[in-house]
């Protein structure tokens, strides 16, 4: 049985669960039409289908727990899901990073994830969570839609003189309350 807790100093060593690859299957074009966010799905053949996978971060506990919080989903002892919640300066509650266990993915342990996470960030006085999604990342995206957030934004600019140029960021919100 799958359970999710914070990740206390006691396991600090579980937030560095390794990152692995994600299908890029498509893009999320989003627009701003009067005054509303709307998106449109590109699909990419299957020529142009690809596999990517973030560096492993090395994540320092004691360093990040000073404004983050960790949220774990166990199975049994060993973490196979991570989200990393900072403090922010707005209403909102940043949800630094968030993975699954490959094995694990399509069992709703993001979703346990994210609904933890939504807890946390209410009874830290936040009214939700934002995060954000490269353009490409289609199944990101569409997970983020899917778990209740809105789309509240876009960075055209963040990936410019990076090996990422070209890529967008769609950043995510979503309210406590819903």
């Known amino acids: 049985m799958i359970e999710v807790r914070i990740i206390d100093a006691e396991h ?10 994600f299908s ?12 509303q966010w709307q998106y449109s799905i590109v699909r ?20 990040l727990s000073e404004n983050s919080i960790f949220v774990g989903a166990y199975d049994e002892d060993q973490c196979i899901g991570l989200a990393i919640l ?7 509650m940043y949800l630094y990073d968030l993975k699954v266990n490959r094995n694990y993915r399509g069992l709703q342990i993001g979703k346990m994830l994210i609904e933890v996470s939504k807890e946390v960030a ?6 939700g969570i934002y995060t954000q999604g490269q353009d490409n990342n289609l199944g990101a995206c569409l997970f983020y839609l899917k778990n209740g957030f809105v789309i509240g934004g876009l960075d055209t600019h963040v990936y410019t003189g990076t090996s990422q140029e070209g890529k967008s960021d769609i950043l995510f919100y979503l309210d406590a309350a819903k």
């Open 24 to 35: 890029l299957f498509g893009k999320m074009i989003p627009s701003y039409i009067n005054e």
């Open 122 to 127: 209410v009874n830290q006085g936040y009214n």
């Open 86 to 92: 900072q403090q922010a300066m707005m209403k909102y």
């Open 12 to 21: 600090k060593q579980d937030i560095n669960i390794p990152n692995e690859p």
């Open 44 to 63: 990419f053949k299957e020529e142009e289908i690809s596999e990517m996978c973030f560096p492993d971060e090395n994540y320092d506990y004691d360093k």
